[in-house]
């Protein structure tokens, strides 16, 4: 039997979020699509078994990406607020967020690049002062309160990463000029400048060695996210649709890849601990892109001209899977990326 949620996702993506998808593309998530998501107990995936939760990201995806995408980001928050150790933030915030009374952004891209660090929290009496640039935060204007990582400045080798969430929304010392993304766009997107923003002890959710944290991110960005297959399939529902030989053939031999590449991905995250057979894990993400950008192409070239309209699904699901290429995308999966796509 279907688990509730997987049920609920592809309700909602079949009755609002995938109608609306090219319409929210242009002008942005509305508030009113979280509020759905919210009434349909889709804002807590934590507790979810793994493939429930990616079921119900695959469904959303498959949707509309651009809600995904602002609802996806809304659960490393919960996730942080879960394990952090700021038990009065728990109590406050938890119950918000789960529910989908709140809605949280993050941004944590910028600890992944090497050198010097582009957002450094300082020491300042009982909080601290946070300078630097976040190159890309989602859901500006649409979420409540954003966690953001910040390096701390400290002597010796040990680094560690200060995680506090916090509202920058009307803050002299966050100042946000908007990106024109060419996919995804209806992210509210930004790129943020901060100033001696001040965060008090009371915002922290918990501080991380750094060392530690990009660890568990390159083990977790070798996988292939959900999302990928959720696009590729729906490209290919839509090809099959369609009333031409070619397109059905072309959907059939690239739905028994897909059924390929997904089993293969889903049973390395649940059958073999995280970090263990990396390579095998980055060059499946890789196939897996290559994928999504083939069956998008081809649901382009079966619509012809009309596929270049705005209001077209073809063109949208194209971009979105070049978008979901460089999401999360390191240097190992970069490098696994190209290779993949060069063999083609």
Same mark, same amino acid.
């Given at each position: ?5 997987? =049920? ?10 995938? @109608? ?15 509020? !759905? ?5 889709? $804002? ?7 493939? +429930?939760?990616? !079921? +119900? ?7 509309d990406a651009s809600t995904w995408f602002v609802w996806t980001q809304h659960h490393s928050?919960?996730? =942080? ?23 949280? /952004?993050?941004? *944590?891209t910028h600890l992944r690049r090497p050198g010097a660090p582009a957002v450094t929290a300082?020491?300042? #009496? ?11 935060? =989602? ?6 309160? *954003? ?8 002597? /010796? ?5 200060v995680w506090a969430l916090v509202d920058l929304h009307g803050h002299r010392e966050a ?8 996919? $995804? ?20 959710? %918990?501080?991380? @060695? ?17 999302? %990928? *297959? ?20 072309? &959907? ?19 059958? %073999? @601990?995280? #970090? ?18 083939? !069956? ?16 077209? @699904? ?8 070049? *978008?979901?290429?460089?999401? /999360?995308? =390191? ?7 190209? &290779?993949?796509? #060069?063999?083609?």
């Amino acid at each position: 039997m279907e688990h509730p949620a997987i =049920t609920a996702a592809r309700d909602l993506g079949d009755r609002l979020l995938r @109608p609306d998808a090219e319409r929210v593309d242009v002008e942005g998530v509305p508030r009113s699509h979280v509020d !759905a998501l919210a009434a349909a107990g889709l $804002m807590n995936v934590a507790d979810l078994p793994g493939p +429930v939760s990616r !079921a +119900v990201a695959e469904e959303l995806a498959a949707a509309d990406a651009s809600t995904w995408f602002v609802w996806t980001q809304h659960h490393s928050p919960v996730r =942080t607020v879960m394990r952090g150790t700021n038990e009065a933030m728990r109590q406050t915030w938890l119950p918000r967020l789960t529910s989908g009374d709140a809605l949280a /952004g993050v941004a *944590f891209t910028h600890l992944r690049r090497p050198g010097a660090p582009a957002v450094t929290a300082r020491r300042d #009496g009982d909080g601290w002062l946070v300078d630097g640039d976040i190159a890309w935060l =989602t859901s500006w204007g649409l979420a409540d309160v *954003f966690l953001i990582g910040a390096q701390a400045e400290q002597s /010796g080798s040990d680094v560690d990463v200060v995680w506090a969430l916090v509202d920058l929304h009307g803050h002299r010392e966050a100042i946000a000029e908007p990106l024109q993304l060419a996919a $995804m766009n209806g992210t509210a997107t930004v790129r943020l400048r901060l100033s001696g923003l001040r965060i008090d002890d009371s915002d922290v959710v %918990v501080v991380d @060695p750094l060392a530690q944290w990009r660890a568990e991110d390159a083990a977790r960005t070798a996988d292939v996210s959900a999302a %990928v *297959f959720g696009v590729t399939r729906e490209a290919v529902r839509r090809l099959r649709e369609r009333d031409e030989p070619a397109a059905r053939e072309a &959907a059939q031999a690239m739905d028994e890849q897909l059924h390929q590449l997904r089993s293969a991905a889903y049973a390395l995250i649940d059958d %073999v @601990p995280p #970090g263990e057979r990396v390579e095998e894990r980055l060059g499946i993400r890789a196939q897996a892109h290559a994928l999504a950008c083939r !069956a998008t192409a081809a649901l382009v070239a079966a619509g012809a001209g009309r596929s270049m309209l705005l209001d077209a @699904p073809a063109q949208r699901l194209a971009r979105v899977a070049l *978008f979901l290429m460089v999401q /999360g995308q =390191t240097a190992p999966v970069r490098a696994a990326t190209l &290779a993949a796509l #060069g063999s083609q």
